[in-house]
Structure formats: C-alpha cells, structure tokens
C-alpha cells in the first residue's frame, strides 16, 4: 500500500447521528476544527434531516439517505468553494441533523384567566389547559429562524413560545365563538382543530408545524363552579319541602346516634323521629297533599248608579240636580209634586210626585188641602 493511499484512508469518514434523548431537535456533528473529510460518508436516517452549512452560508439540505460528500452530488458546494483538482483536502463545514419526528405530549395552558362573554352567565373568566404535538418540516428555514449556531437545541428552548402563541390563539378564538360555557367540553375537539388551523401560519414562518392540538379542560374559577354545584344540587334535589324534612330527620338520628347512648339522648332522638314520621305520614305516600285553594271572596256589588234630575220652570230647563239638592228644594218650597222633572233613560217629562224617586221627598209634607 502506497503512502498515498495509506493518507486517503485516513480520510474516509462516517457522520450519522443516533439520537437517545427525546427532546433534541437539533444537534450538531463535531469534528475538531469542523474538517469534514473529501468523500466522507453521510448518514441520515428516517426522521432527520442533515443541513450542510459551509463557512456560515446554508449549503445542501439531505433527506434520510447515505450520502458521498464529493462535488459530483454536492452541486451548491461546488458553487461555494472552488475545488483544488487533488479533491482530497478536507474542508471546514458545519453538518447540524435535524429531528423531523413529531414531539408529542407537550403542555400549554393559560397562566391567567380568559375574560368572555357567556350568553348565560355573561362575562366569565375561564381556565384551560392541554397538550399539543409539534415537527419540524423545513429544516433550513428552521435551522436559519430558530436556532442559529447552537450545537444542541431542544424543545425545552422554543416550548415557551409555541405555549405563548396557543394561549394567544385560543383566547382569540373562545372569545369570539360565542360558545356557551356549558357547551364547551363538547367542542374541544373543534376547538383544538380551529386554534391548530390558526397557529399553522405562525409556526410555519418558523419552518414548524402543528399536527394536533387537544383541550384536555376547561374551567372556571372556584366561586362559579362553587355557585353551580349549589345550582346542581336543587335540581338534583327536587321538591324542597320534602328535601328539608329528609335532612332535618336524618340529622335527628344521627344525633340520637352520638349522643352517647344515653336513655334521654336516645329517647328524645325516638321522640322527634317519630314525631317526624308521623307528619310526613299525615301528609301521604307523596309528601305534602296539595291544599285546596282559598274560596275566593264575592267581589261587593258595584254602587247604585245616583240619578242627576233636570227641571223645567218657566219654560226654561235648570239643572242638573242631585236627589239631594232636589230634597232641599222642595223643603224650600222650590219645587213642588206638580214640577216637571226628566232623568236621562226616562220617558219624557214627568211630574216630580209621579216619580217613584221622588215621591218621598213630598212625604213629609202635607198633600195640599181640599179645593187648593
């Protein structure tokens, strides 16, 4: 063997990556000096992706593969670097691989309430949480945006922003629905695709996406869910009449109960127990027997309708009097039985005597004499 040949063996290299974390995105191969050797030999496997980068300009992007580093498959490398015709000189370049595979089972969740608007409650401050998946889907824009020069990055290190860029879309989003609070566990799955959909423009800008999103809950603060629990409970509870002698005659054993064994303890929880089952027994099988309705009273009759009278004297037409003011006239000697009088609903004029009204103010009087 030839010295020449003896030093072109030395050169051969081998650059693969086998990843045994399961949260490094990006990590760079090491070579002292960055010398990666003329015709070395590159291995990307199945869910990474190799970026070739050469005196700080992004060169080639491999695909999982095995791969010659030589001119003839590197045509952006040949562009780069003007190749010595020996083609056996190492060159300084930087190899970062690239972890395409979907990191699941991530965490997002809202570090404060989201204020919106609950057509039933009205405005309501709401909690959520869940989990979410994330890949990397070109790896240059990726490698260029995100990560820069870091020898090992991982999802530690943009995790807090993905969560950043959720919580802001999911605000958004619940806020306008319009979904009730009541009716949002049974929109989650739409939800989560809606904010999914949402963030895709945002992380692809960073050469990510967002396969899935879940929405594992939403609650609301301790107070709201305090008051309907309270508003669970008289529903469960139904006819509180009979709830309230339920619990008042379990409370009533419970302490017969504790109370020592003592006789007196004992017999006064007998006592009231009994005395509590006997009016739920006078009361029915159902509890408490509705009660016939109070016999409304008789509305009073309405007043008597008083009559206005008019008189006609003189051939003139006076009035209208009151059968009061006609009382003290014929005190008065003002009008006398033979004064005509009318009253709306009579039947033309009338002699005041001849009125059954009016006939009795004349009693009082004297009738007048013989031959008057």
């Not at 070579?31 to 070739?52: D, M, N, P, S, W």
């Not at 109070?294 to 008597?304: N, S, T």
């Not at 009088?341 to 009125?355: F, I, L, R």
Request: hydrophobic share 40%.
């Amino acid at each position: 063997m030839g010295i020449f040949d003896f030093l072109t063996g030395e050169f051969i290299d081998v650059i693969h990556w086998v990843d045994d974390t399961r949260d490094t995105m990006v990590w760079r191969f090491e070579r002292e000096g960055h010398e990666i050797k003329y015709g070395a030999k590159l291995t990307v496997r199945e869910g990474q992706a190799a970026v070739f980068v050469h005196e700080g300009q992004l060169a080639d992007v491999f695909t999982p593969g095995l791969y010659m580093l030589e001119t003839n498959n590197m045509p952006v490398m040949t562009t780069l670097q003007h190749w010595d015709h020996a083609f056996q000189s190492p060159f300084k370049s930087e190899i970062y691989f690239v972890n395409t595979t979907r990191f699941s089972d991530l965490k997002w969740g809202t570090k404060n309430p989201i204020i919106c608007r609950d057509p039933e409650f009205g405005p309501v401050r709401i909690r959520a949480y869940g989990t979410y998946a994330v890949r990397v889907t070109d790896p240059a824009r990726f490698l260029t945006e995100i990560v820069g020069t870091d020898g090992e990055f991982t999802m530690d290190e943009i995790s807090f922003q993905i969560r950043n860029i959720i919580v802001q879309e999911f605000s958004r989003v619940v806020a306008g629905s319009g979904i009730p609070v009541l009716d949002m566990a049974a929109n989650t799955a739409d939800l989560g695709k809606l904010i999914a959909a949402e963030i895709s423009g945002t992380l692809a800008e960073y050469g990510l996406e967002m396969p899935e999103l879940y929405i594992e809950n939403i609650s609301l603060p301790p107070a709201v869910e305090a008051a309907l629990d309270k508003r669970t409970s008289m529903g469960l509870a139904g006819d509180l009449g009979k709830f309230t002698q339920y619990s008042a005659a379990e409370a009533m054993t419970a302490a017969a109960q504790h109370s020592g064994g003592s006789g007196m303890g004992a017999g006064l929880g007998m006592g009231m127990g009994m005395a509590m089952a006997q009016q739920m027994a006078s009361q029915g099988p159902w509890g408490a027997r509705p009660q016939p309705a109070a016999q409304a009273a008789a509305p009073p009759p309405p007043p008597p309708v008083e009559h206005v009278w008019h008189v006609a004297e003189n051939g003139e037409t006076k009035g209208p009097f009151s059968k009061a003011s006609l009382g003290r006239m014929a005190a008065a000697g003002g009008i006398t039985r033979d004064t005509y009088v009318w009253t709306a609903g009579q039947d033309g004029w009338k002699k005041a005597g001849e009125v059954m009204e009016l006939a009795q103010l004349f009693t009082v009087m004297p009738p007048p004499p013989p031959g008057a």
